[in-house]
């Protein structure tokens, strides 16, 4: 079964620095989104991009955020100046079509950030 | 604001038992309901969608009721195993086409055999 890959699993940062969270998409999917998820909370959701622009975002994709789509197959996120708060789970997602469609979204597994 | 409320406790039953879990949510009409697991450090899993118009949808052990009248939407996993074990996932989303769902807490499920 197709599915969502991220990479890295686990990065550990120093505070302060810049990471990119990389993200293959299901290739036929049109939208792509990140959320997170800090220990022990809700699933939160960060942005989605369509057609190589942010779709919506949320008031935590602020300007220390930024995502790209570089290429036809990979989708990052970038975080800079990075804060311990970032600290989290960040998932990638996908979906063939748009949500008024009812369509599902397919979730990777995370990438795991932790910011010292 | 919206706010989105699943049962915190964990709930634990015995195998082969019906498990129900509970959505609520206040300050919001969603157009869909989806359910998700999560097992510990992995990714949600998408299990079932139900839309605003629909009042129940079933997949194999699965069935969403949805009342938008109380606010609720109720999950069942019938004949429980311990592979379902995991948390649940009640996420919400509007009719914009943007993908944004709101998602709650979460209830653990622990099924002994």
């Known amino acids: 079964e197709p599915e969502v890959t991220q990479t890295p699993s686990h990065q550990v940062t120093q505070m302060g620095q810049e990471v990119i969270l990389r993200c293959v998409p299901i290739?036929?999917?049109?939208?792509f989104y990140w959320y997170r998820q800090i220990l022990g909370q809700k699933v939160e959701f960060l942005v989605s991009f369509y057609n190589n622009e942010i779709s919506e975002k949320s008031e935590i994709f602020d300007d220390q955020f930024s995502v790209e789509r570089p290429d036809g197959s990979n989708f990052t996120l970038k975080i800079r100046s990075t804060k311990l708060e970032d600290s989290a789970m960040y998932f990638c997602?996908?979906?063939?079509?748009?949500?008024?469609?009812?369509?599902?979204?397919?979730f990777g597994e995370g990438s795991w950030l932790t910011v010292v | 604001s919206q706010k989105i409320e699943q049962n915190s406790e964990a709930l634990n039953i015995q195998e082969g038992k019906t498990a129900t879990l509970t959505c609520n949510y206040t300050?919001?009409?969603?157009?869909?309901l989806q359910w998700y697991r999560q097992d510990p450090g992995r990714g949600p899993v998408f299990l079932l969608l139900i839309r605003e118009n629909e009042k129940e949808k079933r997949k194999e052990r699965l069935k969403v009721t949805f009342d938008t009248t109380l606010k609720q939407s109720l999950f069942h996993i019938t004949a429980s195993q311990p592979a379902d074990s995991a948390t649940y996932l009640c996420a919400l989303s509007g009719s914009s086409n943007t993908g944004k769902l709101i998602f709650g807490q979460g209830t653990t499920l622990q099924v002994k055999p």
């Open positions: 997602a996908s979906s063939e079509t748009e949500m008024t469609s009812g369509n599902t979204i397919y």
């Open positions: 290739s036929n999917h049109l939208y």
């Open positions: 300050n919001y009409s969603p157009a869909y």
